[in-house]
């Protein structure tokens, strides 16, 4: 019967290519915007994850209550000891020790004398270390406009905007003001190695990064930390897996009054990120209703086009004893079948553009000259397994739901007109 109703189909492309077309560009449509809405979703979160919350964030209570001013006064001690026990109980994930700090970057000429000055946003990784793959993990290697990577301490990479800005070259000297964990005043001498691109205005225009054994020295914050990261082994974000994670350790020192106890927030948690991550899922949900909704709108009025074309068909299957139930059953099935098509067609296409936009992207860099965002300036879709069926979903429905619509008219058919009409 399949094979039967699918040579109907295919020889009779007059009732099977404008619905063939109509679910290939729904379909189409549909696998393109959920690539790149999980591409462009997934790239925020992984460039906050990788910059400024971790899958997971350790810092002190009162770190914690007042870390937008970055109260290195309040951070953590004995961070060695800690990463040590850490290791012990989550063997599943990588800690790595982050100090961020601010103040002023002056720039000295030949006399000594200072020929520009801007603010700076600091912050201190490990980059000796190999095994924290930090570098790796921040793209600091692949993203140099200048230079090369410190390789000794007193070597620092600034942002490319903020070098132009105070007319820097590479070995040029400058000398940082702040204050130290204690509240008294530090200055710190760096040679610049290397300027760099993060692709995010918030950082380009005033970043400078630093080892973090310099950041400590400076800092006054010997095996001090202002933040504990920790990022999962597998490079994937488990939502229920780093919540489990935090709940448990958090139990741990939930009696603890110490406002220099540590804490532990999962991602979502910080900047605003759970709603994000929610919105993602909730607008993939949204547009595959809205288009089965609407596919199913335009294929029920080509349902009822197609069954006002074939209403002589329909008559003359009846009025030769075959059932209403057994006609409406066949329509559906090949509804089924071309929605099958449909989506097959539709798939193929939706993919090819999803791994262009996965390849190319689109640049938004122009829209983010004076944001403070952390985002990508390149916002690209994400190629996934559930992409290869997700068009099936609104292809098949639609379709299906359109034709059971239009379908219902068999059963309106009265056995005593069918005969009038066959006899004209």
């Not at 379909?27 to 919350?53: H, P």
């Not at 209550?65 to 004995?78: C, G, H, S, V």
């Not at 709603?275 to 899922?281: A, F, L």
């Not at 009025?301 to 003359?316: D, P, V």
Request: overall charge negative.
């Amino acid at each position: 019967m399949i094979q039967f109703l699918l040579k109907g189909i295919l020889r009779d492309k007059s009732r099977s290519i404008l619905p063939i077309v109509v679910v290939s560009i729904g379909v189409a449509l549909t696998v393109m915007l959920s690539a790149y809405m999980k591409g462009a979703f997934g790239d925020m979160i992984d460039q906050n994850a990788r910059f400024e919350t971790g899958h997971v964030k350790i810092m002190t209570k009162a770190y914690a209550e007042n870390k937008a001013q970055l109260p290195n006064d309040l951070a953590l001690l004995e961070v060695d000891e800690l990463i040590e026990s850490l290791e012990k109980d989550y063997p599943e994930m990588q800690w790595v020790s982050r100090i961020k700090f601010g103040g002023l970057i002056d720039v000295p000429d030949e006399k000594g004398e200072s020929k520009g000055q801007g603010p700076a946003a600091g912050m201190a990784i490990n980059l000796f270390d190999e095994e924290s793959g930090e570098a790796e993990r921040m793209n600091i290697e692949s993203s140099l406009v200048k230079g090369a990577m410190p390789q000794k301490n007193g070597e620092a990479i600034i942002g490319h905007d903020f070098a132009k800005k105070l007319n820097l070259n590479i070995g040029d000297e400058i000398t940082y003001f702040g204050t130290t964990m204690n509240g008294s005043m530090t200055f710190q001498n760096f040679v610049v190695s290397g300027t760099i691109r993060f692709g995010a205005a918030a950082m380009d225009r005033g970043a400078i990064v630093v080892d973090v054994s310099d950041a400590q020295k400076m800092l006054d914050m010997e095996n001090g930390a202002g933040e504990l990261l920790g990022f999962s082994k597998l490079n994937a974000y488990d939502d229920e897996q780093v919540k489990e994670l935090a709940d448990s350790f958090n139990k741990k020192y939930a009696d603890d009054a110490n406002e220099f106890a540590p804490i532990m927030m999962p991602l979502r948690e910080q900047n605003n990120l759970g709603e994000m991550i929610d919105y993602s899922n909730y607008m993939s949900g949204i547009f595959v209703f809205i288009f089965v909704f609407a596919m199913s709108i335009v294929l029920w009025n080509t349902g009822l086009l197609g069954g006002l074309r074939r209403y002589q068909e329909f008559g003359i299957r009846l009025a030769l004893g075959e059932a209403k139930g057994t006609i409406y059953r066949r329509l559906i099935m090949e509804a089924v079948l071309i929605g099958v098509i449909g989506s097959i067609v539709g798939t193929m296409i939706g993919l090819a553009g999803a791994y262009y936009l996965q390849i190319v992207g689109i640049d938004i860099s122009g829209y983010m000259d004076n944001s403070t965002m952390l985002m990508p300036s390149v916002l690209r879709a994400k190629v996934t397994p559930e992409l290869f069926f997700i068009g099936f979903i609104p292809g098949l429905l639609a379709m299906v739901f359109g034709n059971m619509l239009s379908g219902i008219g068999i059963y309106k058919r009265e056995t005593a007109q069918l005969f009038k009409e066959l006899e004209v």
